[in-house]
């Protein structure tokens, strides 16, 4: 079974920063894509930043310039650094590790790590 474990959440004044951590305990990771994704409270889940087997990112645009993703293939790692938060950031953050090859899908999700920017 895999397993993504997220961590580095938290409570945070506005204008502060976070680093999320998404380990993934999976032989794939260095060819998959991974990407943050986020759900706020009522609202459905929404991308955040991509970032694919081939380095290239993806942000939505409420996030681009303040938040970065990044990988350690090594460490089977995925971060996401949060700079400058404001309130809206406020929401569940999930990991997530797709790959797709042929007819095959992989498509994995963390448990979720909640972030909360208030004052």
């Known amino acids: 079974q895999v397993q993504l474990v997220e961590s580095g959440g938290g409570r945070v004044q506005p204008g502060g920063s976070l680093r999320l951590s998404c380990a993934a305990d999976?032989?794939?990771?260095?060819?998959?894509?991974m990407g943050w994704y986020r759900q706020a409270p009522g609202k459905q889940r929404d991308m955040v930043a991509v970032?694919?087997?081939?380095?290239?990112?993806t942000y939505a645009d409420s996030v681009k310039g303040r938040f970065t993703i990044s990988r350690d293939n090594a460490k089977k790692t995925v971060y996401l650094q949060m700079n400058s938060l404001k309130p809206e950031d406020t929401a569940v953050y999930y990991c997530?590790?797709?790959?797709?090859?042929?007819?095959?899908?992989?498509?994995?999700w963390g448990q979720g790590t909640q972030v909360t920017v208030s004052s």
């Open positions: 997530n590790l797709r790959r797709d090859y042929l007819s095959l899908v992989w498509d994995y």
């Open positions: 999976v032989s794939i990771f260095s060819i998959s894509d």
């Open positions: 970032l694919t087997s081939g380095g290239s990112t």
